[in-house]
């Protein structure tokens, strides 16, 4: 049984109070701490201070703003995200393809946000790590996936990212320079050891999604089990369509590919100005497929994972041009592979 290290665990009551303790040498944020209790066990962070945000006020719940702006707070379980009304359906799906009832219950949507990179060298008990030299993330030399190369190449394994990126989503960081304001987009790196773009002492707090009644949204999720599992590919999808069904929109966000949500620019081109329709669809899919470039650092092959690309693009696309769009499953199970 891997166990905890020894550690000394701090309960702020305010923002203030926790940012001051994260300027403490070795202070790990923890909200739910469904990812970082694992990560403790394995000894992937040299943590010796665990500062909780369960009792600071006002980072709890969904709300509504008067203009339809939905705002959700940090600390709001995956439980609640999922079964929320006012949250878009394709929020709801994501938050309830995350793991199992009992981590959603237990995990927030902040911390899924921040949820850290994943790599097949990395996320094993600190004896194996050592036994085939530790990788670069396990403050080693080498990244074993790449060794030619000195990068990262964990896996950003967020559900909520890639939905949020699609809805044009933003979320709110405080710290000790003050308030910001920054696209869900722009909080990633592409780079499995910096994967956040927030300073060491910044607390993300809320995100918010624009309303956009027009907007068509959806999320398939490929994991080898239907549940508990990590993603090994996401594929978000937000359409607008005209009266005469031409698309005027697009955004198609690629999760678990990269160390950071990809957008598919390429493929969001190929829809619009174009009929949503079966052709388009397809050449949106096979640009998506060009842009992911899967690595051998995750769960099942990276060709095959590459391979369910255009695939669940198409999944995605197919299922937005019913009117209204279905509610899809949780998760998706092997499907069978595409035609060589």
Same mark, same amino acid.
């Given at each position: 049984?891997?166990?905890?290290?020894?550690?000394?665990?701090?309960?702020?009551?305010?923002? =203030?109070?926790?940012? #001051?303790?994260?300027?403490?040498?070795?202070?790990?944020?923890?909200?739910?701490?469904?990812?970082?209790?694992?990560?403790?066990?394995?000894?992937?962070?040299?943590?010796?201070?665990?500062?909780?945000?369960?009792?600071?006020?006002? *980072?709890?719940? $969904?709300?509504?703003?008067?203009?339809?702006?939905?705002?959700?707070?940090?600390?709001?379980?995956? /439980?609640?995200?999922?079964?929320?009304?006012?949250?878009?359906?394709?929020?709801?799906?994501?938050?309830?393809?995350?793991?199992? @009832?009992?981590?959603?219950?237990?995990?927030?949507?902040? !911390?899924?946000?921040?949820?850290?990179?994943?790599?097949?060298?990395?996320?094993?008990?600190?004896?194996?790590?050592?036994?085939? =030299?530790?990788?670069?993330?396990?403050?080693?030399?080498?990244?074993? $996936?790449?060794?030619?190369?000195?990068?990262?190449?964990?896996?950003?394994?967020?559900?909520?990212?890639? $939905?949020?990126?699609?809805?044009?989503?933003?979320?709110?960081?405080?710290?000790?320079? !003050?308030?910001?304001?920054?696209?869900?987009?722009?909080?990633?790196?592409?780079?499995?050891?910096?994967?956040?773009?927030?300073?060491?002492?910044?607390?993300?707090?809320?995100?918010?999604?624009?309303?956009?009644? !027009? *907007?068509?949204?959806?999320?398939?999720?490929?994991?080898?089990?239907?549940?508990?599992?990590? @993603?090994?590919?996401?594929? /978000?999808?937000?359409?607008?369509?005209?009266?005469?069904?031409?698309?005027? #929109?697009?955004?198609?966000?690629?999760?678990?590919?990269?160390?950071?949500?990809?957008?598919?620019? =390429?493929?969001? #081109?190929?829809?619009?100005?174009?009929?949503?329709?079966?052709?388009?669809?397809? /050449?949106?899919?096979?640009?998506?497929?060009?842009?992911?470039? @899967? *690595?051998?650092?995750?769960?099942?092959?990276?060709?095959?994972?590459?391979?369910?690309?255009?695939?669940?693009?198409?999944?995605?696309?197919? #299922?937005?041009?019913?009117?209204?769009?279905?509610?899809?499953?949780?998760?998706?199970?092997?499907?069978?592979?595409?035609?060589?």
């Amino acid at each position: 049984m891997l166990r905890l290290p020894p550690l000394r665990h701090a309960s702020p009551s305010t923002l =203030e109070e926790a940012i #001051e303790l994260l300027g403490v040498e070795g202070a790990v944020l923890a909200a739910g701490g469904t990812d970082l209790v694992p990560n403790l066990k394995r000894r992937q962070h040299s943590a010796t201070v665990v500062v909780s945000l369960r009792r600071v006020e006002g *980072l709890h719940g $969904v709300r509504v703003d008067g203009d339809g702006t939905v705002r959700i707070g940090a600390l709001t379980t995956l /439980a609640t995200v999922a079964d929320d009304s006012r949250v878009p359906a394709a929020l709801r799906t994501a938050a309830g393809s995350v793991a199992s @009832p009992q981590i959603r219950n237990q995990g927030t949507a902040g !911390g899924n946000l921040c949820v850290d990179t994943r790599c097949d060298w990395l996320n094993v008990p600190d004896l194996w790590r050592q036994a085939a =030299e530790p990788c670069l993330k396990a403050s080693g030399d080498t990244c074993w $996936v790449a060794p030619a190369k000195q990068h990262c190449w964990a896996v950003s394994s967020t559900d909520l990212a890639p $939905v949020f990126i699609a809805l044009d989503a933003s979320v709110t960081l405080v710290g000790r320079a !003050g308030r910001r304001s920054l696209s869900v987009e722009d909080l990633y790196r592409d780079d499995g050891m910096d994967h956040v773009a927030k300073a060491p002492d910044e607390i993300l707090v809320e995100i918010a999604v624009p309303p956009d009644p !027009g *907007l068509r949204s959806t999320y398939h999720k490929l994991r080898r089990r239907g549940s508990v599992d990590f @993603p090994i590919l996401g594929v /978000a999808a937000a359409i607008r369509t005209d009266d005469d069904g031409i698309c005027t #929109e697009a955004r198609i966000v690629l999760g678990a590919v990269a160390s950071a949500p990809l957008r598919a620019h =390429e493929a969001e #081109e190929a829809l619009v100005g174009q009929p949503f329709g079966p052709d388009a669809i397809a /050449a949106a899919a096979e640009a998506a497929r060009k842009l992911a470039r @899967p *690595l051998a650092n995750t769960d099942l092959t990276s060709r095959y994972r590459k391979r369910m690309v255009p695939v669940f693009v198409t999944r995605a696309l197919d #299922e937005l041009k019913s009117d209204p769009p279905p509610r899809p499953a949780a998760g998706d199970r092997f499907p069978p592979p595409p035609p060589p």
